[in-house]
Every structure is written in C-alpha cells, then in structure tokens.
C-alpha cells in the first residue's frame, strides 16, 4: 500500500523547521518499517497549534536529546492492566487532549492511553495515517481556527468533511462510534462514553476554534 503521507506533503501544511525527525540509530532495531519512513523521512509536527503535543522529553537534556521514552517509563507504568502484551516497549510519541500517544513498535499501531484510565486503545491502524490525519487538520485550519482567518463560514461542513476523509484513509478510530455532533447520540450524557481521541480534536474543528 502506498503511504498517505510524504515529507512534501508535510511541508506543504508545516514549516520545514516545525517538523521533527530522527535519526536511524535513535530508534528500536526493531521497529515496523512503516512507521521508521515516517520518522526518519517524514516527520511528526512539532507546532504548538497542532492537536498534537510532542512528548517534552524528546526535547530535554543535553546527553541523549531526541531519543524516545518507552511506556515502561510511565509514572503510572504499575496501574495498567490487563494490556497487550509488549506494551512496555512501546514508544512515547507524545499527547492529545492530556491521553498519551504511543507507537506499537513491533505492528506499527498507534495505541492511546487515556487520561487516568489506565487502558489501551487503538488510535489509528498506522504511524502513516496517524500523521496523515495531523496534516489534514492543519490544511483545514484556516476554515476553522479564528486566529488564523478572520472568517469561518462552515466550520460545521468542515468538521463533517473532515471526519468522512479520516475514515476513507482509516476507519479504525470511528469503528462503531458516533460523530460529536450526532443528533442520536448525546455525548454529554451522564452514562455517555468517553469521546475517542480524534472525534475530540473534530468537535473543536465543528465549534471552530478561536
């Protein structure tokens, strides 16, 4: 399968110096090819507009900067339960909306851990998508972000737009879930779910942010 995303592509939404990459031997021996493309040829945003939050980690110390943590080092590494096995490998990409982004080094999953819930779930099938769906938000940013545009006329189409072409590159984060503008599902509710991951970051695009 061809990957949904290229360095250019990411230019094309990011400033050059906003994306981060890393060199070869600051990452696992054994890490899904896929998901090392991305990190060594493409790139993750490092912007702080983006819904995205690179781990602060990366970016301290003076001995082994721009080296990933692994999910072994997590102050809460002891609640966990009941997870895949070889979670403890898994790198630390950083966090949306206060949930930790991991990577799956072996499969190349995105994994999310949720705030205080001490659980895993799927965040998208692939790195490739993962960081496809961060250069589609940022595209759309000035169709509804008002500190970018002083105009939003549609955030709400955007938002619906935004979220149809999300599945068409990978349906796992929206398997079985409704949009956060559903009129059938009232996401505020006492007995509701938590809101997944990138339904979250599409119901900031759908209030339009400002």
Request: proline fraction near 7%; charged fraction near 30%; charge should be negative.
């Amino acid at each position: 399968m061809s990957p949904l995303v290229d360095r250019a592509m990411m230019e094309s939404a990011f400033p050059p110096e906003r994306l981060e990459i890393w060199e070869d031997e600051k990452l696992p021996a054994r890490l899904h090819e896929s998901a090392r493309a991305i990190l060594t040829d493409v790139g993750l945003p490092h912007d702080r507009s983006s819904f995205l939050q690179l781990d602060g980690r990366l970016f301290d110390g003076d001995d082994s900067p721009n080296k990933f943590r692994t999910c072994a080092e997590l102050d809460y590494f002891s609640r966990y339960k009941d997870m895949p096995r070889g979670w403890e490998s898994w790198l630390i990409i950083g966090e949306m909306f206060y949930d930790v982004v991991t990577l799956d080094t072996r499969s190349g999953t995105v994994y999310c851990l949720p705030d205080g819930e001490y659980r895993a779930h799927r965040l998208n099938q692939s790195l490739d998508s993962f960081v496809y769906f961060t250069y589609l938000l940022e595209v759309e940013r000035p169709h509804y972000d008002f500190t970018v545009s002083d105009e939003i006329p549609d955030s709400e189409g955007v938002a619906i737009s935004l979220r149809e072409r999300m599945i068409q590159a990978d349906p796992v984060p929206f398997e079985g879930v409704e949009p956060a503008w559903s009129e059938a599902f009232d996401w505020e509710a006492g007995d509701a779910p938590r809101m997944p991951t990138w339904d979250v970051a599409l119901s900031n695009v759908y209030e339009s942010i400002g």
